[in-house]
């Protein structure tokens, strides 16, 4: 069965400080990751996927298929990245539901 | 454009009775979700449907929930009779067509408290 674990409810940092949330996952076939952010009273939103390689607000994710991780990373934290941080999974051959792990809180510290 | 609309945003009942939500998703979605999120955890698929056909539901609480979307627009989630572990947010998202490669959309979520 596919799962997503976040082994980290909360991770507090201080501003300037490098950042790694963590997100392993476990499916048999080629998965699609995503990270979703959800921000201080707003609504769950992507932050980014796999496929894109890209960098959004700084942050980037790697997927290592060898070690089925898809970890998020930021060099230099802000402020304003202080929110609860999804790991999500999609299986190709299971229609576009997503399989979310439990989420962690990232608080940036001044 | 317009995100996914939610209503309500807030709902208080007692155990045994019925609550509905509503949902209306981006103009032109084809595929729209609703999920679970109870405190403490990521959100999980209840029913998923393709315009107004149900792809996934394995993981809907049949004897006591149900969804439809008539038109293949709108959709309504229906608790009947709520017990208090159906307390949670209920997340209503769209998306284009359903496929890999999609972007889910996600609406502000109604909470529901069951006493």
């Known amino acids: 069965a596919q799962r997503v674990t976040q082994p980290e409810k909360l991770l507090s940092v201080f501003k300037g400080a490098p950042v790694e949330l963590k997100c392993n996952y476990s499916?048999?076939?080629?998965?699609?990751l995503f990270w979703y952010v959800q921000y201080s009273r707003q609504r769950l939103q992507l932050l980014l996927r796999?496929?894109s390689r890209e960098s959004i607000k700084g942050f980037t994710a790697d997927l290592n298929k060898g070690e089925t991780s898809f970890h998020l990373k930021k060099p230099f934290a802000q402020e304003e990245d202080s929110a609860m941080y999804y790991c999500?999974?999609?299986?190709?051959?299971?229609?576009?539901?997503?399989?979310f792990g439990q989420g962690t809180e990232l608080s940036v510290k001044p | 454009e317009a995100g996914v609309a939610q209503s309500p945003r807030y709902k208080i009942i007692e155990k045994r009775q019925s609550v509905a939500f509503w949902c209306n998703p981006i103009?032109?979605?084809?595929?729209l979700y609703w999920y679970q999120q109870i405190l403490g955890q990521g959100p999980k698929l209840l029913i998923q449907?393709?315009?107004?056909?149900?792809?996934?539901d394995s993981q809907l609480p049949k004897d006591r929930f149900s969804a439809e979307r008539l038109k293949g627009v709108d959709s309504t989630l229906k608790i009947q009779p709520a017990k208090l572990e159906d307390s949670a947010v209920y997340l209503c998202?769209?998306?284009?067509?359903?496929?890999?490669?999609?972007?889910?959309?996600f609406g502000p979520g109604t909470r529901l408290t069951v006493l």
């Open positions: 998202a769209s998306s284009l067509v359903g496929f890999p490669g999609d972007t889910q959309y």
């Open positions: 499916y048999s076939g080629s998965p699609e």
């Open positions: 796999h496929i």
């Open positions: 999500a999974l999609r299986a190709y051959n299971q229609g576009g539901k997503l399989i």
């Open positions: 103009s032109g979605h084809a595929t």
């Open positions: 449907f393709q315009n107004n056909g149900v792809v996934d």
